[in-house]
C-alpha cells in the first residue's frame, strides 16, 4: 500500500499485467486470455460499456433493476447522504444496515440501535468514502460512481440470524454456475459452495472454504435464476446476487469481476472451464 502513489500513475493494463503475475506466477496474455481469471482482466480493459457504473452503483442500480424485473425485488432504501455526520439516526429504525454507494465492504449491520457504536460506525464508513475502489484493481466501472452513504432494511433469511447470498454467475445471459455464501455472519468466516445452474454441487474451491454441510437448494431458486437471467441479457459476463427471505426475493448486487479476477480458483481446470464460458465481445476502447 505504501507504494499506491506509485502505482498510480501506470496504465491499467501496465497494473494489471504486473498484478496477474504477482498473484498467479504466470504473464497475464492479453492477446488470447484463456482462463477466468485471465478474460476478466481483458474484460476490465476492452469492455467498457457506460452502462456498466450505473450497474455497480449501489444506488442508482435500484432503479433500473426495480425497471426489469419489478420493485418487489429491491431493498427499501431509507436514506442517502453525502457525510456521516448528515445520517439523523432518530430517523432511522431500530434495525438498518449502513453502505457506501461505490466500493465494497464498507458494510455497517445494526441489529439494535441502542447498542450501536457510532464512532465505529463512523470510522469504518468515512473510510470507506475515501476508499478508491478503481484504483485498487482497476475495476473501471467503478471510477465515476459518486460516493454516497445509504441506508436499507435490515433483512434476515428463513434461519431468522443469517442472510444467505446467492450469486448466479451469467454468462452472455445464461446462469452457468452459481455461488451459496454461507456464515457471513461471523467475522472472517465466510463459507462458499458453487453448483450448477441445476444445483449440483460442484468439487472446487474459489477464495473461501466450503460449508460443512453444503446448503440446501432455496425454495426460490429458479425464480432467482430466471430474474439474474433477465438483468444478465446483452452483458458478456456478470454476476447477479440475490436474497431469499421470508417476505420474498430481493436483489443485492450486480458484480463484473468476482474477486477482481485475481481469488486463484482450484483446481485450475476449473478456471479455465469458466474461462472456456466467457465469449469475449468486440473491444469497446
Known amino acids: 500500500l505504501a507504494q499506491r502513489g506509485f502505482f498510480k500513475n501506470m496504465s491499467d493494463e501496465d497494473f494489471l499485467k504486473m498484478q496477474f503475475k504477482n498473484v498467479f506466477g ?3 496474455d492479453l492477446d488470447n486470455p484463456k482462463t477466468y481469471s485471465e478474460k476478466l482482466q481483458w474484460l476490465k480493459l476492452y469492455d467498457r460499456k457506460p452502462e456498466y457504473t450505473m450497474m455497480v452503483d449501489k444506488y442508482e442500480v435500484k432503479k433500473y433493476v426495480a425497471s426489469k424485473i419489478g420493485e418487489e425485488h429491491i431493498i427499501k432504501t431509507l436514506g442517502v447522504w453525502d457525510h456521516f455526520d448528515d445520517i439523523d439516526f432518530a430517523q432511522l429504525p431500530n434495525q438498518f444496515v449502513l453502505k457506501c454507494t461505490h466500493d465494497s465492504g464498507g458494510l455497517v449491520i445494526c441489529t439494535d440501535k441502542s447498542k ?4 465505529a460506525a463512523k470510522k469504518k464508513i468515512e473510510k470507506s468514502l475515501k476508499n478508491d475502489y478503481y484504483m485498487q484493481n482497476r475495476e473501471w466501472p467503478y471510477k465515476n460512481v459518486p460516493r454516497k452513504i445509504i441506508a436499507e432494511k435490515y433483512i434476515v433469511d428463513e434461519s431468522g440470524y443469517e442472510l444467505k ?3 448466479f454467475y451469467c454468462f452472455n445471459g445464461i446462469v452457468k454456475l452459481v455461488m451459496v455464501n454461507s456464515d457471513r455472519m461471523t467475522e472472517n468466516k465466510t463459507k462458499a459452495d458453487y453448483f450448477d445452474e441445476n444445483y449440483q454441487h460442484l468439487d472446487f474451491k474459489w477464495g473461501y472454504e466450503n460449508a460443512d454441510i453444503i446448503p440446501e437448494k432455496p425454495e426460490k431458486f429458479e425464480l432467482m435464476k430466471s430474474l439474474a437471467e433477465k438483468l444478465a441479457a446483452n452483458i458478456p459476463h456478470v454476476r ?3 436474497y431469499q427471505t421470508p417476505e420474498g426475493v430481493y436483489f443485492g448486487e ?3 469481476f468476482d474477486g477482481s479476477g485475481f481469488d486463484k480458483i482450484e483446481p485450475i481446470e476449473w478456471d479455465y472451464k469458466l474461462g472456456s464460458w466467457i465469449k469475449l465481445p468486440k473491444k469497446t476502447k
Not at 116 to 119: I, P, Y
Open 165 to 167: 447470498d446467492y450469486k
Open 26 to 28: 504466470y504473464p497475464l
Open 116 to 119: 450501536l457504536d457510532l464512532a
Open 254 to 256: 450486480m458484480t463484473f
Open 240 to 242: 447477479v446476487d440475490f
